[in-house]
């Protein structure tokens, strides 16, 4: 089975902070995703990469950067966390073509005082 | 942009009944995907659809793909209390603007299954 695992289930961070969400993935999966999930608003995408050291932009990118250097680690970073980032993060990560289901991980609840 | 509209947003039911959910877009889909989150969990896929009309089962559960590629439904059949959870839908079209091929969620279905 595919594992997708985020280092962190909860966190709790101050304004301001920098702060690193980690996700590693351990099936050879090219493309990783970093979603997140808030009440009425279903998932929606911060940013995905479909190989190392590539990133794209997704719906929802200001605020957050992302890294990364190996395949199987992609690192969401919040340069100044703020209080509108308080939510419930989730990686993801597929195989092949843009059709291939996405594999979860976990989630990361972070809240920012 | 694309959007899915998921509904309904919770449904409260009697174990053994049977639920249904759908999710409906203005635009064409090439692959729509249903998911499940339970509580503390990240989604796990349940049924994934490619092809217009086709009609999936996965257990209780049953899925299609509408023919119109713009609608799509799951069923569950005799509900347990397991079944507890949100239940997404995903769809993939060739159209979409934005993030080119990714995936487009529906903001969830949350059901409540009553012993």
């Known amino acids: 089975d595919v594992k997708v695992t985020q280092s962190s289930r909860y966190l709790v961070k101050r304004t301001g902070e920098k702060v690193f969400l980690e996700c590693v993935q351990d099936m050879d999966h090219e493309n990783m995703f970093w979603y997140r999930q808030d009440p009425g608003l279903g998932l929606r995408l911060i940013y995905f990469?479909?190989?190392?050291?590539?990133?794209e932009k997704g719906d929802i990118p200001e605020g957050y950067s992302v890294s990364r250097e190996k395949k199987e680690r992609f690192s969401l970073i919040l340069e100044s966390a703020s209080t509108n980032q308080t939510s419930m993060y989730l990686c993801?990560?597929?195989?092949?073509?843009?059709?291939?289901?996405?594999?979860f991980g976990n989630g990361t609840r972070l809240t920012v005082t | 942009g694309q959007q899915l509209n998921q509904s309904p947003q919770s449904m409260f039911i009697q174990e053994g009944e049977d639920v249904s959910m759908n999710c409906t877009s203005s635009s064409i889909f090439n692959t729509w995907l249903w998911y499940k989150q339970e509580p503390g969990e990240g989604p796990v896929l349940l049924i994934a659809?490619?092809?217009?009309?086709e009609l999936t089962s996965n257990g209780r559960l049953t899925a299609q793909f509408g023919i119109t590629r713009k609608d799509s439904f799951l069923n569950i059949s005799a509900s347990i209390p397991s079944d507890v959870g949100i239940y997404f839908c995903a769809g993939q079209g060739s159209d979409y603007g934005g993030s080119q091929g990714n995936l487009i969620f529906g903001k969830g279905t949350k059901l409540s299954v009553k012993p």
């Open positions: 659809l490619y092809k217009a009309g």
């Open positions: 993801a990560s597929s195989s092949g073509g843009w059709s291939s289901p996405l594999h």
């Open positions: 990469s479909y190989d190392v050291k590539m990133k």
